[in-house]
């Protein structure tokens, strides 16, 4: 678009048409649609702002009502004096190029852009105030149901008012407010992926080492909790604070009371309740307390622990950065526990969230030269951390190894990498490795805003075979490494985080079997890894890697491996909180003293009497992988009881009564499906369960089950497609959301009773007992593709199609053979599969 910008020099010494008073002076800046001035008036003695866009540039500039006259009194209606506003705009052509003109008060001075580049450092108590200035905007926003759409570090001024007497030191305006939307070819970003992009930005600013203890634990929890996972959460049911600046405001205050509660927990952090930190990120880079808070006792750890690429998932709070983390070799450094006898392999943990800052919403450049820049940026960093774990642990546990080994090692490296070998006496060392590696990372992301530029030159970067190439090197220098696997622990590796088309770049080298290294994946569920790469290989699981779904592996567990897991976890946060009333969940929750069969539950709903889920094997049966559902459900029980002051041991009764329970546990399910209705299409997927759930429970009251002797209820949590649908189009998109959210579960190794391999569809566990359906495992709704398609595209008309009522009991039973329907929708037909 800067091809339609004039020349600004045609501008200077104008007067604004319509405000002769007001002349030209300075040019502020200039962007890809407009350019900035300052205007005086000599007048008045008062400078203005004056944006010059070319009409050419904006939306609907050739039609009769264009479109961005309105777009720009959006920043009039913004209630938030933090806003730049325009008072006034007018036509202005100057030497044959159309424009108009936008007028606004001047702000004194410097984009935060700016002051990026020209500041070394940034101090972190200059970020908070930050953070919070643009979150309260952020609220004002959302209260007025707007949004900035162009929100950086280019609109962002920064106002210093150190000489004040009074006040912050800085202040904070918001410029273009709307002018994105009035530029054509615009595309309006999200606001808070924005905020979180700007905070990045600032945290690379900050200098680490030279920071106060309060001032690192900040950095760390802004890093860590709020940039990894608060900003650029969509999702409330996993993260009450998603897209909530007022919640995301409270947390950023939390930061120094967590703070002096770490102080006063002296060489450890306590926790003030047992149901803290319920996600891995707010831990943040306290190893002391992940050590204590971590349970080998996970179910699935056997799997990830073995030498192969795996692929892990399940519900998000199920553990997987949890267990990548606890595994991880600088961890255990940290942790005194990495002594060589309990080290079976090399770990090195990399969490996503600086791939998606550098590539977000990839997709595949136009130029090949530029196809391996992410794969550059990506082995750079794994190589890197890679060099950093083997420092830490070589020389405290093989000192003579290390000084013999280092130089020649690193000497090897730089030609295999093919880097600039520095000219001084400390070049082959893994310390000048780490600094070029991490000079090579910031070349790939600032070369990638590049990619698709004809005119730009690009060098060599990192192919998929330089990461095993540099374990290889390494085993072969230390032999402390030869009988040791290396394993890459990538977290966070999910779509649309991740892009489809940046994992398919990226898997040449992630999927990539190697007897050197190993890769092993973490992503939100199955439908958000993709499983093939650029050149089209698609990799099979059993083959190239291995797939842990953590849901599934908890479902079908065994009771005892499970309870005992959650006694464990729970135990340790017990013990971890001071004088906390009870130290068992058993104490806490309790359990019936007899088991009920579930046989003899579905019976008594079909009399209309409606079941108490309590105790500690109901918990076992309610989770789905989802621990940190599950500790903070306890917690919630532990409130609606009246808090901790009102919990006290009891020798025959749990500590909080069976119906508390009860009704804590069903209005959290309410509270998921709530969360899950306000997502994008998430209506849809609300009913979609719902009509699940109305058909299983019909089922359950009117149809007997064909598996058991004794004609017991048919007891349905699971869809069972006949046969694979093979899904395309809307109704894949669909099904993956059904996966992505965890509403169900995806069992790729189920069988249908036609004997076919298909996919089994578990309904998320918490959400069984306000359907009115059992925990039993044993029934399925058995479904043609046609009746699944219509379930995904139309659940209403499914429900009332598949849905027994008790005038209809005869006919059902009687075994009358239910219609494929087929799908009538012109859409719907092209993706239907041939059957």
């Not at 703070?259 to 450890?268: C, D, E, L, S, Y």
């Not at 803290?276 to 891995?280: K, Q, V, Y």
């Not at 969230?353 to 919403?361: A, I, W």
């Not at 939100?524 to 790469?533: C, L, T």
């Given at each position: 678009m800067r091809k339609n910008l004039p020349d600004y020099t045609f501008f200077l010494g104008q007067q604004i048409p319509g405000h002769e008073d007001y002349v030209i002076e300075e040019l502020l800046g200039s962007g890809c649609n407009a350019h900035v001035f300052r205007a005086q008036s000599a007048k008045v003695g008062r400078a203005i702002a004056c944006k010059i866009v070319p009409i050419a540039n904006l939306i609907g500039y050739n039609q009769s009502n264009p479109a961005w006259r309105d777009e720009i009194l959006k920043p009039n209606a913004a209630p938030s004096d933090r806003v730049v506003k325009f008072y006034d705009s007018g036509g202005w052509s100057v030497n044959g190029a159309d424009c108009i003109y936008l007028l606004s008060d001047l702000v004194r001075g410097r984009s935060l852009s700016q002051l990026l580049k020209k500041e070394p450092h940034v101090d972190v108590g200059f970020i908070v105030t930050f953070m919070e200035e643009m979150l309260?905007?952020?609220?004002?926003?959302?209260?007025?149901?707007?949004?900035?759409?162009?929100?950086?570090a280019g609109n962002i001024l920064v106002e210093d008012r150190s000489a004040s007497l009074v006040g912050p030191r800085y202040g904070f305006r918001v410029t273009d407010f709307g002018v994105a939307s009035i530029t054509s070819e615009a595309v309006l970003l999200d606001d808070f992926e924005q905020l979180a992009e700007m905070l990045r930005q600032l945290l690379k600013k900050v200098d680490y080492q030279a920071c106060s203890p309060e001032d690192r634990y900040t950095f760390d929890t802004l890093n860590n909790d709020l940039l990894a996972k608060g900003l650029v959460e969509h999702d409330a049911g996993f993260d009450p604070r998603a897209r909530n600046p007022v919640?995301?405001?409270?947390?950023?205050?939390?930061?120094?009371?967590?703070?002096?509660?770490?102080?006063?927990?002296?060489?450890?952090r306590t926790l003030i309740t047992p149901f803290?930190?319920?996600?891995?990120e707010q831990i943040g880079e306290s190893h002391v307390l992940l050590k204590e808070l971590y349970s080998d006792k996970m179910l699935g750890l056997p799997a990830i622990e073995a030498v192969n690429n795996l692929v892990l998932t399940g519900p998000r709070g199920c553990g997987k950065t949890t267990v990548f983390r606890s595994l991880s070799l600088k961890h255990r450094y940290y942790t005194d526990d990495d002594t060589?006898?309990?080290?079976r392999y090399i770990s090195v943990y990399y969490r996503c969230?600086?791939?998606?800052?550098?590539?977000?919403?990839y997709e595949l450049p136009s130029r090949s030269e530029a196809l391996d820049i992410p794969l550059h940026f990506l082995s750079a960093t794994l190589i890197r951390e890679l060099l950093d774990s083997l420092s830490l642990w070589l020389q405290r546990h093989f000192v003579d190894s290390w000084t013999r080994n280092e130089t020649r090692a690193a000497a090897e490296l730089w030609d295999v990498l093919k880097l600039v070998r520095p000219q001084h006496s400390k070049a082959d060392t893994f310390d000048s490795l780490r600094r070029q590696l991490g000079k090579e990372r910031e070349r790939a992301a600032s070369k990638q805003k590049f990619a698709n530029d004809p005119k730009q030159a690009f060098g060599e970067y990192f192919g998929p075979?330089?990461?095993p190439r540099v374990c290889n090197v390494l085993i072969s220098h230390f032999a402390e490494l030869q009988d040791r696997p290396i394993f890459f622990f990538v977290d966070d590796y999910s779509a649309p985080k991740i892009s489809q088309k940046l994992q398919q770049n990226l898997n040449r080298l992630l999927m990539q079997r190697s007897s050197a290294c190993f890769f092993k994946l973490a992503t939100?569920?199955?439908?958000?890894?993709?499983?093939?790469?650029v050149d089209g290989k698609a990799y099979v699981e059993g083959r190239e890697f291995s797939l842990v779904n953590l849901g599934i592996d908890f479902i079908h567990a065994d009771r005892d491996d499970k309870l005992q897991f959650f006694d464990d976890i729970f135990n340790r946060r017990f013990v971890y909180t001071e004088n906390y009333p009870v130290q068992t969940l058993q104490s806490l929750v309790g359990d019936e003293e007899k088991e009920t069969s579930q046989n003899e539950v579905a019976r008594a709903m079909r009399e209309k009497k409606q079941s108490i889920v309590w105790g500690k094997r109901a918990l076992g049966e309610l989770c789905s992988g989802?621990?940190?559902?599950?500790i903070g459900l306890v917690g919630k029980m532990v409130d609606k009881a009246g808090g901790r002051d009102a919990i006290r041991p009891a020798a025959a009764t749990p500590a909080i009564s069976a119906e508390i329970q009860n009704k804590t546990i069903r209005e959290e399910a309410g509270s998921f499906l709530r969360n899950l209705r306000a997502l994008p299409k998430g209506q849809n997927l609300v009913e979609i369960v719902e009509a699940f759930g109305a058909v299983a429970s019909s089922y359950l009251r009117f149809r007997d089950s064909r598996n058991e002797g004794g004609s017991p209820p048919h007891q349905a949590t699971r869809i069972e497609p006949y046969e694979d649908p093979h899904l395309e189009g809307q109704f894949k998109e669909t099904y993956n959301d059904l996966l992505r959210y965890s509403v169900f579960l995806e069992d790729v190794r189920g069988k249908s009773r036609r004997g076919n391999v298909v996919p089994r569809l578990y309904l998320r566990r918490f959400l069984i007992p306000s359907f009115g359906l059992t925990f039993s495992k044993r029934d399925s709704l058995e479904l043609s593709v046609d009746e699944f398609k219509e379930l995904l595209a139309s659940p209403k008309i499914f429900e009332k199609r598949k849905r027994i009522r008790e005038d209809e009991k005869s006919t059902k039973e009687a075994g009358q053979p239910q219609l494929d329907l087929p799908l009538s929708s012109p859409k719907q037909d092209e993706v239907q599969s041939d059957e």
């Open positions: 309260d905007f952020l609220r004002e926003l959302q209260g007025a149901n707007l949004q900035h759409g162009d929100f950086h919640a995301l405001f409270r947390s950023l205050r939390e930061i120094p009371k967590s703070f002096r509660a770490m102080i006063a927990g002296k060489a450890r803290d930190f319920l996600s891995c060589p006898s309990g080290i969230d600086d791939l998606y800052f550098s590539f977000p919403r075979d330089i990461v939100e569920s199955p439908a958000s890894f993709e499983s093939r790469d989802d621990v940190h559902f599950l």
